[in-house]
Every structure is written in C-alpha cells, then in structure tokens.
C-alpha cells in the first residue's frame, strides 16, 4: 500500500476524494506515459476468437493459462511477431461469475495469464497490459469489491498497465481507476468501451458522453472504443466527435460474425482492416489493436500500414459533433404555459378492433381533451403495439398523443426502432414507465425484458434527443405512484427519473386522502410539472378489481360501499361525484389533469372533461 489511507481509498470509491489530490502525485509523469512520442501505439487483437480458431476449442480461453500455457504463449508470440506495442493478458473473463469458479481459481488463473504475458515478453520491446472486462450482473455482489480483488492479484504481480474494455458505462470504472492511482499513482489506465454502430452501449449511454465523462475524471490515459462494431462503423463514430487533444484508443472487429456448421466465424480480412486503421489514425487516433475476429494476420497487417504512413494533418482530424438546436416548443409545454391541459387515456384494442379508438378519440376532442395518451398492453396482457396505435391515432384524428413506452417487453434495438419511428411520425411526447410485472404462471413462457428501468430509458431518451433527433426533441414524461406505501421512497425515484430527463410527472388513479396529501407534497418538493390522475369508478364491480387488481391504486372500503347495488346510470354519476370532490381540492395546485377511461366508458370521461373546464 502507498502512504495513503485505506480509508482515503475508500472515500475516493465513493466519490468523495477529489482527483486533485491524484493528479498531483501525478504531476511530471503524465508527458511521459507509454503513449507519448509515437506516431502510433498498437496492440495485439483478440485472443479469445483466435484461441477458439486456432486450437478448435469452445471452452473459455482465460482457463488455457492453467491446462494449455503453452497455446496462450504461443498466440502472445505471434502477435509480438506481428509488430504490436502492447499486449493484453488472457484474462478478460477472469472472474468468479463468468467462469463459474471460486475466487482461489479465478486467483491462479490471473497470475498464470499474467505470468505467461510477462514471459512472451521477455527481451522484447513490448509491454504487459492488465485485460479486465465487465463482471455479469449478478444478485448479493457488490461489483466494485469484485474489480478491486481482481486489481489486486494484478499489482501483487506487478502489473502497471491496465485495459478495462468492452464496458457499457462508467459506473464502477471511475471508482477502480481511483483505487488504482491511489495505490499505484503511476500506473497506465486506459478505458475502452462496447457500443453499437449507432454509439449506443447496450445499456442506452451515447459513446461521446462515456468518453467524456471518463476523460473528465483525470484518472485515465487513455480512452475509447472495442467491440461489436466493425472498423467502419468505429470510423464513423470517431470522425463525429471531438478528440483533438486527447488519447484515443479503437480496438474494432474484425467486422461481422457469420456462421459455419453451428461455430461463429470471422472471414479474413486483414488488409481492408489494416486500411480502416490508417483511416482512424488520419482522424487523430493513436491507440489501435483488435477484437472479436482479428487474428496476428490483421495486426501485422495493420503495423506494416501505420509504419508506413505518418499521420496525416488534414480537415478530418478537426470534426466535431455539430450540437443540436433545440428551438421548437414542444405542443406539451406550449399548453402548460396557457392553461390546465387535459389528458385522456384511451387503451388499444386485444385483437384488431380498433375503430372504437378513432371514434373514441374523436368524442374526446370533441369534449376538450387536449393529448391522447396510448396505453402499452397494460397488466402485461398484449394489445396493440402503443407506438404504432399513437401514431395512427393522430394522423386520422387529428390530436397530440402521448405513447406510453415500458421497459418490460424490449430491449434497447427494439426500444430504439420504435422511437425512430415515433418521431419519424411526428410524435414528440411519450411516457416511460418500467411496466407491469408478468404474472408468475405466465413466467415460464413470457419472460420480461428489463433492460432498462424508466430512469435509465428516460437518460437514453434525453441522449437521443442531443444527438440524433436535434431540432425536433422528444418530451419526456414519467409516472408517479401517489399512492405508494413508502412516499418518500417513491420520491427519491422521482427525483431520479428528473435527473434523468424526465420533464413531467403523470400520477396514477386519486382516491384517497393519503393519495392527495402526498399528491401536495410531491407538487411543493418535485418543481416540475405535475398531472393529476384520475378514473372515475363506474361500478361496484369496477371499484373492488381496480382495488384489488391494479397495481398502485388503492380505493377504501367506504368509497367501495358507495356503490353497492346502484344502477350503472348512479354508479356513473356518483364516481364522476367523487372525482370531481377531489379534483376541485388538488385542481390549483397541478399543472393539468390526466383522466383514464374506465371500461371504455367514454361518455363518463366527455362529461368529466365538460365539468373540469366549469372549474
């Protein structure tokens, strides 16, 4: 350990500790890292594709460095004999989680891969680097002690190069680089992450902000990008953003796999790829190597290439991203500005049934609603595709609309198609909520997706918005369970979704006084436009399901009573009585009104939208 505490250390873990303080025991050395006053650095390419290829193997490479030293050696060496800087350890996978070992293995394995790099090394002109990938989510762990164990074994053997790559956000990178200046100040850190050829990581974080934020830290030498994308597409990608002055590291495929008698394949491609290389190091990249499908044949490909042709300073290396005008105000906000906007609820159909909605909507207009809001198979029951009802909703009646979008049903391509399609179709508001649970005897059969949370879909949401729908910028609104146990929980979420990109808060269904006091609470504590929720009971039958079947309603039991052997005539104008009882009390303080038709009951939300605007 350094001079510094352990409890130093620990606060630099959770943020607290400045980077000031590492960047003075920096001071000097910064000039004088392995990158500075070369033309270009390379590494080697993949290991992990090439084992499988070479040696026919289809079990994890990083278990070679116990039973097959001699292989892993030998690819070290051929990638040495192909002209790199640098090589990576064969340890990428090197933990507990994606093995499926215990931590004594994961140990000998990290000190045997090490050991076989140092080794290949040896009289050689070529440095070691650290490979450590991303551990899997998994329950009970905590994710930072898992990297800081893994860092450990490392500088126990004396590593002072590290490659955290294919990474899909900065979470725990920046806390494990300050782990490592604090115990080992001149250390190289470099960080590289997995994006698709849209930019986007899998967890919806645009490339240009991961590097920034990565870079901003101080606490890296270097920063970029590997797998998934080809060389072209990282091409792209790089010649959109702003690197001038800093330390770039593209590591692409090869390009895309095929498929050959069941085994994943990469055809060679080495000199297209070598070419790809020169292109990035035209733009300003100086840190190269491969993933997936490269192979010592594309590296020395690429070494004899970049050797052979200095970087040129031309226009290119000078492109940036051009930053978005965001200048036209969205229909929503335009409304909030000049009155109380009513929003109505209107669920697509569970077959194809659909003219009710169009006939619906436009009763509903008719009556003053302001948006039509599309409902995404709520209770996880399928109905028709929200985004695409919403968008035909509003070109055949005429009205805004406001799809709503869960997390539960796609995953981030599916979720990307449809907003692509949303805003093609000149939608600019949606609701994002995490969705309703499936139920568990469905579970075996219907698997949620939950690749996102509606905070994570909103940031995605909010990256769209600055760097592909520039102009034209989708509103994003969010739910808000007034009726919720632990409110102040529910609040901290809420202040999360805001952070987040979250601009309004829609509340579920009102009917109790909790409901309205926290209602009141969350208008004085949140500052961001707030739409009361309400659906008016119809029924006796209707209160108890809505009570006992919908999650995050709660209806109490005198209320219930009320209805008790009434008419469907007195049911009606009893719940449209209490609505309003409630609405009147709430109505000063919200920035509109958010209404859920009950049973298609259309005609109860007509006559309660007539009623709200006597208010």
């Known amino acids: 350990m350094t001079a510094l505490s352990t409890k130093s250390i620990i606060i630099a873990m959770k943020g607290g500790l400045s980077t000031r303080l590492i960047k003075r025991k920096r001071k000097g050395k910064e000039?004088?890292?392995?990158?500075?006053?070369?033309?270009?650095?390379?590494?080697?390419?993949?290991?992990?594709?090439?084992?499988?290829?070479?040696?026919?193997?289809?079990?994890?490479?990083?278990?070679?460095?116990?039973?097959?030293?001699?292989?892993?050696?030998?690819?070290?060496?051929?990638?040495?004999?192909?002209?790199?800087?640098?090589?990576?350890?064969?340890?990428?996978?090197?933990?507990?989680?994606?093995?499926?070992?215990?931590?004594s293995e994961v140990e000998k394995i990290i000190k045997s891969g090490y050991d076989i790099a140092v080794q290949a090394c040896s009289g050689q002109e070529v440095v070691v680097f650290a490979d450590i990938g991303p551990i899997p989510d998994e329950k009970g762990i905590n994710p930072k002690e898992e990297y800081i164990k893994i860092v450990d074994i490392f500088l126990e053997c004396g590593a002072k190069n590290f490659l955290f790559e294919t990474f899909a956000n900065t979470d725990i990178l920046i806390g494990v680089a300050a782990y490592i200046r604090l115990r080992l100040p001149e250390a190289v850190v470099v960080t590289s992450f997995a994006v698709y050829p849209?930019?986007?990581?899998?967890?919806?974080?645009?490339?240009?902000?991961?590097?920034?934020?990565?870079?901003?830290?101080?606490?890296?030498?270097?920063?970029?990008?590997?797998?998934?994308?080809?060389?072209a597409h990282m091409y792209r990608l790089i010649k959109k953003a702003d690197i001038r002055g800093k330390s770039i590291i593209i590591m692409p495929n090869s390009g895309y796999p095929g498929s050959e008698r069941g085994r994943t394949v990469y055809s060679d491609n080495s000199e297209y790829y070598a070419e790809k290389l020169l292109d990035l190091k035209n733009l300003g990249v100086k840190i190269f190597g491969g993933?997936?499908?490269?192979?010592?044949?594309?590296?020395?490909?690429?070494?004899?290439?970049?050797?052979?042709?200095?970087?040129?300073?031309?226009?290119?290396?000078?492109?940036?991203?051009?930053?978005?005008?965001l200048a036209n105000e969205n229909i929503l906000d335009k409304l909030v500005k000049t009155k109380k906007p009513i929003l109505v609820e209107v669920d697509p159909p569970f077959d194809t049934n659909w003219e009710y909605m169009l006939r619906d909507t436009l009763l509903l207009k008719q009556a003053g609603a302001d948006i039509i809001t599309i409902a995404d198979s709520p209770l996880a029951k399928a109905r028709a595709e929200s985004t695409i009802m919403a968008a035909k909703i509003q070109r055949e009646a005429v009205i805004p609309v406001m799809p709503h979008i869960t997390c539960r049903d796609k995953n981030l391509l599916g979720i990307k198609a449809s907003l692509l399609g949303v805003h093609i179709e000149g939608i600019r508001n949606v609701l994002v909520i995490t969705g309703d649970p499936i139920a568990n005897i469905e579970r075996s059969r219907i698997k949620g997706v939950f690749s996102f949370n509606s905070s994570n879909l909103a940031n995605y949401i909010k990256s769209l918005n600055s760097n592909v729908f520039c102009g034209q910028e989708i509103k994003i609104a969010g739910a808000l369970n007034v009726n919720a146990v632990n409110f102040s929980a529910e609040l901290k979420k809420a202040f999360t979704k805001i952070e987040n990109g979250i601009s309004c808060l829609l509340t579920q269904a009102i009917?109790?006084?909790?409901?309205?006091?926290?209602?009141?609470?969350?208008?004085?504590?949140?500052?961001?436009?707030?739409?009361?929720?309400?659906?008016?009971?119809?029924?006796?039958?209707?209160?108890?399901?809505?009570?006992?079947?919908?999650?995050?309603?709660?209806?109490?039991?005198?209320?219930i009573e009320k209805f008790r052997d009434k008419s469907r005539e007195e049911s009606e104008k009893l719940g449209m009585e209490i609505t309003m009882d409630i609405l009147k009390e709430i109505y000063p303080h919200v920035s509109g009104i958010y209404l859920m038709t009950p049973l298609k009951r259309t005609n109860v939300i007509c006559e309660l939208i007539k009623k709200i605007k006597e208010i």
């Open 291 to 325: 993933c997936c499908g490269t192979t010592p044949k594309h590296i020395a490909a690429a070494a004899q290439l970049l050797s052979r042709n200095p970087t040129k300073t031309d226009a290119q290396s000078k492109t940036h991203i051009e930053t978005c005008n």
């Open 198 to 231: 849209d930019g986007y990581s899998k967890e919806g974080l645009f490339y240009v902000d991961l590097m920034d934020k990565m870079y901003a830290s101080g606490l890296v030498d270097a920063v970029g990008l590997n797998c998934i994308s080809g060389p």
């Open 31 to 103: 000039d004088m890292n392995i990158f500075s006053n070369r033309d270009y650095f390379l590494f080697d390419g993949a290991i992990g594709t090439y084992y499988s290829l070479k040696y026919r193997s289809n079990t994890p490479c990083e278990l070679a460095n116990i039973n097959e030293r001699e292989n892993i050696f030998n690819i070290h060496s051929e990638y040495i004999q192909a002209g790199v800087n640098a090589i990576k350890t064969n340890t990428f996978s090197a933990n507990r989680f994606s093995l499926g070992c215990n931590q």
């Open 511 to 559: 009917y109790t006084k909790s409901a309205v006091d926290n209602l009141l609470k969350a208008v004085e504590t949140l500052k961001v436009p707030i739409f009361a929720g309400f659906m008016p009971i119809v029924g006796y039958k209707n209160a108890l399901f809505i009570d006992n079947e919908v999650p995050g309603i709660d209806i109490d039991n005198e209320t």
